[in-house]
């Protein structure tokens, strides 16, 4: 959950006994042991460090816990990536460049695995993988393997193909039927492009109404005009609306995805 929300988190499960055991997580250099400490009275049994903690007490304090550890007294750092190397279109991430993080191995919290940063990279595809559609996949114009997404669905929201984007992860092999393809697992990502405004979309819109424009379902203009009921599709052409009535750019549901992406 720490992880999953880049808040520190506590979790608690009720014996039959009426006792709360609770384990705790945090993130960064957030001290999780300093925050749980204020409320040491009504504990059974307490211990742990600045990064995790493990804690009992009788479920029935639990309202008093919740109002002695209120987050809103709690500064939260903003979650940090540290990258190890920045991969641009003149220096690919290639097979060879993964044997060689692999000699840096065991890996583990005192060695975390280097994180990659591939940069500059046009977003070809996006595939949405499993049952509950947690994880997706992503092919990038300058990245000879893929990169995978595990549990961020909260991510793949805010993708529009076609797209500039910056990619951060660490590297691995997807190993099938004999065959190895490089595999980035990502961490993170944000769009390299700009929230166009008004006044962008207006000049779009004024070169849709000048010319013959072929329809493009990845285009990020095309695709805010058709749901702002702006422009229509006639026979693979993009054509103006006329009797479009007004609308802000965040009704388009494409729109607010890329200004989330933004922030």
Same mark, same amino acid.
């Given at each position: 959950?720490?992880?999953?929300?880049?808040?520190? +988190?506590?979790?608690?499960?009720?014996?039959? !006994?009426?006792?709360?055991?609770?384990?705790?997580?945090?993130? #960064?250099?957030? !001290?999780?042991?300093?925050?749980?400490?204020? +409320?040491?009275?009504?504990?059974?049994?307490?211990?742990?460090?600045?990064?995790?903690?493990?804690?009992?007490?009788?479920?029935? /304090?639990?309202?008093?816990?919740?109002?002695?550890?209120?987050?809103?007294?709690?500064?939260?750092?903003?979650?940090?990536?540290?990258?190890?190397?920045?991969?641009? !279109?003149?220096?690919?991430?290639?097979?060879?460049?993964?044997?060689?993080?692999?000699?840096?191995?065991?890996?583990?919290?005192?060695?975390?695995?280097?994180?990659?940063?591939?940069?500059?990279?046009?977003?070809?595809?996006?595939?949405?993988? #499993?049952?509950?559609? /947690?994880?997706?996949?992503?092919?990038?114009?300058?990245?000879?393997?893929?990169?995978?997404?595990?549990?961020?669905?909260?991510?793949?929201? /805010?993708?529009?193909?076609?797209?500039?984007?910056?990619?951060?992860?660490?590297?691995?092999?997807?190993?099938?039927?004999?065959?190895?393809?490089?595999?980035?697992?990502?961490?993170?990502?944000?769009?390299?492009?700009?929230?166009?405004?008004?006044?962008?979309?207006?000049?779009?819109?004024?070169?849709?109404?000048?010319?013959?424009?072929?329809?493009?379902?990845?285009?990020?203009?095309?695709?805010?005009?058709?749901?702002?009921?702006?422009?229509?599709?006639?026979?693979?052409?993009?054509?103006?609306?006329?009797?479009?009535?007004?609308?802000?750019?965040?009704?388009?549901?494409?729109?607010?995805?890329?200004?989330?992406?933004?922030?």
């Amino acid at each position: 959950m720490a992880d999953k929300f880049s808040r520190p +988190a506590i979790v608690f499960s009720i014996d039959e !006994n009426g006792v709360a055991k609770g384990s705790a997580r945090s993130i #960064g250099n957030f !001290n999780i042991f300093e925050l749980l400490n204020k +409320a040491k009275d009504l504990y059974l049994s307490f211990g742990g460090h600045p990064q995790a903690a493990g804690l009992s007490l009788p479920a029935e /304090k639990l309202d008093i816990f919740h109002s002695l550890i209120d987050e809103k007294d709690v500064e939260i750092p903003a979650r940090m990536i540290n990258i190890d190397y920045c991969a641009s !279109n003149n220096s690919p991430i290639s097979y060879e460049d993964y044997l060689q993080v692999q000699k840096l191995e065991p890996f583990g919290e005192d060695n975390p695995k280097p994180v990659i940063e591939l940069s500059g990279q046009r977003l070809l595809s996006v595939q949405i993988l #499993g049952k509950e559609n /947690k994880h997706f996949k992503l092919t990038l114009s300058n990245f000879v393997g893929e990169v995978i997404f595990f549990n961020r669905p909260d991510l793949f929201r /805010k993708l529009q193909v076609g797209e500039n984007v910056s990619v951060v992860g660490t590297l691995s092999v997807n190993e099938w039927r004999g065959r190895k393809k490089l595999q980035l697992v990502g961490k993170d990502l944000r769009s390299e492009e700009k929230l166009p405004n008004r006044s962008v979309f207006g000049h779009a819109y004024h070169y849709l109404l000048s010319k013959k424009v072929v329809y493009s379902p990845n285009d990020f203009y095309q695709k805010v005009f058709l749901e702002l009921g702006f422009v229509k599709i006639e026979n693979g052409f993009v054509s103006v609306n006329e009797h479009a009535e007004h609308a802000e750019l965040s009704q388009s549901k494409t729109y607010r995805k890329r200004a989330e992406n933004e922030n």
